[in-house]
Every structure is written in structure tokens, then in C-alpha cells.
């Protein structure tokens, strides 16, 4: 059945699915924030946090919009540069489907639905927010230096970082739609796009500096069948581990 605009009316849920568990920092994890106050001596590369109360968090923007981007690139859909979507998401097109189609792309969404997709902002986890309230350091200042090859003056610049070791709840919403299909093309996604992304971010980084060594995480899950804690994450509950990620991407359809 060809998805139309006649036809929205016929697209409905009919599964969702929360993926749990934690992201743990293995290199130094940056994502930059804003200055609020200008001081003598202050920091001027500071990692986003919680105005409320000073923790550190990991935006839900920034880690679907690296899920995104290693999707496109792993699955060979970047965007056109006219902005238009590389190929017609009614038919094989997967990443806008899974994770929704830009603003000013409005026309492409009969052709997609609404996002599958919903990320939560991850905030530190309970052992690392009473590490943070007792005064625990979970953050670092890292100074880099850029050195002019010809006089070897150097430039300082200093950056804030989140320590290894300290992990974050994650939360991820995964929406099954039947779009006349039974819901099969989203159960296929959800593998193929959404786990396969997140198994890619591993070998990747988040945030910022990841050529210069920051941003190495992996995803940690609670097995309730053994009570252990390891790589893979929980799906409604049940822990699954993340797909292989073979080195050589699947060839684009044609």
C-alpha cells in the first residue's frame, strides 16, 4: 500500500518502545555550553549544565543529532545540498523516517510520518550526582595548545571536560507506526537505523574534540537475568545487546 496524504488518516501507533540504560564516559566527554557571566580568569571553553543545579547533562539534541549523522553517512542518505532528502522515504529511504525530517523540509513529511524517535536528556547518574554533591571532582580542565609551526609560540586554550568513569541515564523513545504496512518498516529500522547508530557512536565520539581524543562513550544496560551490568541497553525492560556493526556499510539502493 502506497503511503498518500489520502491515506494519513489510516496511520496509527502500534508499539512503543523506551530504550533504557546509561552512557559511560571513557575519554573525556565535551559539549560546550555558554558563558553566562564574564570573569578575570574565568573559563572560556565550559561544558554545558543543569542552570538549576550546576550538573552536567548530555542534551537529548546532541545525542540524536549525532545518532542521526552516523546514520546518514553509514546508510548513504545525507541530504542533497538543494536540502532535499537523497532519496523518496516512501519507498527505502530510512534515516528521515527514523528520525524525522528537518524544518524547512515540511513537504517531505507525508512521505515520512511523524519522528519515530525521541530522545530524553540524559542527567548524571545516581552514584555520580552524590559524587557531584559531595564535592567530588567529575569534571577537568584540559589545556591544548596551538603551536605556530614556524616561530613555535604557542596558544594556550583551555577546556572543560567531563571526567572518564562518570555515566549518564539515558532515555530513548522509539514509536512503531502502521503506515499500511503492518508496522513492518519500522520494526526493520528500529534495527537496522536506530540500534545499528547507536552500536556506530561507540566506535565514534560525542561532542566536541573527538579527533583530539575526547568523546569515547559505550552504553551500559542492568541485566535483571543475572543482575550485571553490561554493554548493551534494555529495550522495555529486556536486555539486548547492540547489533555488529560489519566495517563495510551496506551498499545504498539504486
Given at each position: ?33 555558554s558563558q553566562e557571566t564574564m570573569e578575570i580568569s574565568g573559563l572560556d571553553n565550559p561544558i554545558i549544565r543543569n542552570p538549576s543545579n550546576d550538573e552536567p547533562y548530555i542534551p537529548g539534541s546532541s545525542l540524536k543529532g549525532k545518532l542521526r549523522s552516523l546514520a546518514e553517512w553509514y546508510l548513504g ?178
Open positions: 500500500m502506497e503511503t498518500t496524504a489520502n491515506s494519513q488518516q489510516e496511520w496509527r501507533v502500534r508499539e512503543v518502545r523506551v530504550i533504557t540504560g546509561q552512557i559511560e564516559v571513557l575519554t573525556g566527554l565535551r559539549i560546550g555550553g542518505e545525507l541530504p542533497l545540498p538543494s536540502g532535499e532528502l537523497v532519496r523518496d522515504c516512501r519507498k527505502d529511504g530510512q534515516v528521515a523516517r527514523v528520525f524525522g525530517v528537518a524544518a524547512g523540509r515540511g513537504r517531505d513529511a507525508p512521505k515520512t510520518g511523524p519522528t519515530r524517535t525521541l530522545v530524553r536528556d540524559a542527567v548524571l547518574s545516581e552514584d555520580d550526582r552524590k559524587r557531584f554533591v559531595e564535592g567530588e571532582p567529575i569534571t577537568e580542565i584540559k589545556t591544548e595548545n596551538s603551536i605556530n609551526r614556524l616561530t613555535a609560540e604557542a596558544n594556550p586554550r583551555p577546556m572543560e571536560r567531563v571526567v572518564p568513569g562518570v555515566r549518564f541515564d539515558f532515555e530513548i523513545v522509539y514509536r512503531i507506526f502502521d503506515m499500511g504496512d503492518g508496522g513492518r518498516a519500522d520494526e526493520q529500522n528500529f534495527q537496522e537505523v536506530l540500534l545499528t547508530a547507536m552500536a556506530l557512536l561507540e566506535r565514534d565520539y560525542l561532542g566536541s574534540a573527538g579527533s583530539r581524543g575526547c568523546g569515547k562513550v559505550r552504553f551500559l544496560a542492568h541485566d535483571p537475568a543475572d543482575g550485571q551490568d553490561k554493554p548493551g541497553v534494555l529495550v522495555n525492560g529486556q536486555f539486548r545487546e547492540l547489533p555488529a556493526v560489519p566495517a563495510r556499510a551496506p551498499e545504498a539502493a539504486t
